[in-house]
């Protein structure tokens, strides 16, 4: 790989969320399910681009921490019901056991739905106060992000559609909202605690829809010829459960350039910037270089 | 039934939900499960709470309404997960099939998700937004309330009871969280929007928490005594489902006695406020008369 991870950003992320999982002792399972999906080595690709867009506008890393713990507990929570039988079915995840083979379905569904409330909670009460209406506009993007034109309506249409021949721009529908969105929605709150501009905030949204595209595209790259040791789970699972796929409905090397293309106009986006985006240059091509 | 039910601030929060409920329409599916589930009938207690909490602050009914109807898609959500064959295993809600016997399971635990984001995507949209600051405090109550410190945490707690005996202490602790965290948090935010002082905000506290746990417990008595006609459910499901309820651990006598004395404490609470407090009495009268 040619690109650096921002390592010393994850780990100010890491450390983040030990400091923000909720305090609370019952009853223990609860905990337990939480702490175990969440503490499972993630890439905490989506907290970074929080911090490292808010950063891009001179916000200090720490002072961004708490909504880049939020949208870390919120992708955590959309694992967890996305692994669950009556969904995905999955029974591993970062090279572990999934939240309910471990804890039971009941506690795994409960477990998402604490997270996702924990989420908001963090934010609106550790996220700096000293301008409550952007911080409003951060819970707006990141619940807008994660609501029926997001996350869920994207995970929903991949739900309805497993198993039938879908078209492009089912697909790129499926793709944008149910991963783009949420990476959207952390590049875009980022520069909202930045105070960024329109002008900005358009370049930095632009970014963010290409890069999340680009990340699952990638995604469903790795799924056909990722490591199963450094992807923490076995490659294959997108054609065992029939979902459509960019490598399937266009082959791979169509999808390799497809997500190299959207890597480039996510930089593209960057040019109108004044300020420094390097790492987020980075970002983007780490998007299309991973392994994992 | 001596207590009249505030049927206008019913009809307002009925006719915000259409407003409000989430535009969009990619799957037909989920939007149908939502509103199955949403416009089903409900009491509209907690949103009406909202409302007139609000009310006894000098806010308008329209101006509290998005807050109103966002606790209403939330208790909606929690309903249809509670529902879910891993967790109550419940065929029949408001009179109706519940959401996953007639969307799937898969659907139903989405529409639940989708429900939630919707909520907080709905405050900090539209919630007015001359006070940002208040509108961050209603979101902080709310997310509060239904995370691990409220209502997931309680349902947690019953889920793991399940079947075996659990002392008072529990049951209170359960029932505190499990309904009476939301409960609670509609009261207080519609305080918060109304701009009550400290003293105020302790009052309209205490005022929810006592309501609460009365509403809580007059469901359990409900299920042992109710007419399952008004109910739109079949009583005698918490004996079925081994749950533990106030009338299994101390009797019906007893429980119904608690419950009269948690609506006097409510009423009570209130005492402290100068302003016009009457719906909020007859609020917690009709949770101890309540049939349905």
């Given amino acids: 790989m040619r690109v650096k991870y921002p390592e010393e950003t994850r780990e100010l992320v890491e450390a983040g969320l030990e400091r923000y999982f909720p305090a609370g002792k019952r009853p223990d399972i609860l905990y337990e399910a939480m702490s175990h999906s969440l503490f499972s080595g993630g890439k905490r690709f989506r907290g970074i681009l929080v911090i490292e867009t808010a950063k891009t506008f001179g916000v200090s890393p720490k002072k961004a921490l708490p909504t880049a713990c939020a949208v870390e507990f919120i992708h955590t929570y959309s694992l967890i019901h ?56 951060v819970v707006a993007e990141i619940a807008g992000a994660t609501g029926v034109c997001g996350m869920v309506g994207g995970q929903a249409v991949d739900v309805v559609s497993s198993g039938k021949q879908v078209d492009a721009e089912t697909l790129e529908y499926i793709h944008h909202n149910k991963t783009g969105a949420l990476i959207r929605a952390s590049t875009v709150s980022g520069a909202i605690l930045g105070g960024a501009d329109e002008k900005s905030l358009r370049s930095i949204t632009e970014y963010g829809v290409s890069l999340g595209l680009a990340f699952q595209v990638t995604d469903d790259i790795l799924d056909v010829i990722g490591d199963p040791g450094l992807l923490g789970k076995t490659p294959g699972s997108d054609e065992r459960a029939k979902k459509a796929t960019y490598p399937g409905i266009c082959g791979l090397e169509r999808a390799q350039e497809f997500a190299r293309e ?13 300020s420094r985006t390097s790492v987020l240059r980075d970002l983007a091509d780490f998007v299309f270089e991973r392994q994992w």
Same sequence: chains 1, 2.
Wanted: aromatic share 6%; glycine share 6%.
């Fill in 262 to 274: 959207r890597v480039e106009a996510a930089k593209a986006s960057l040019s109108n910037l004044d």
């Fill in 82 to 137: 996305d692994d669950l039988p009556a969904i995905d079915n999955d029974y591993l995840r970062r090279g572990q056991p999934t939240c309910h083979v471990l804890f039971g379905e009941d506690i795994a569904i409960l477990a998402g739905d604490a997270l996702f409330a924990e989420a908001f909670n963090l934010i609106a009460r550790e996220q700096a106060a000293d301008d409550p209406a952007g911080v409003l506009k």
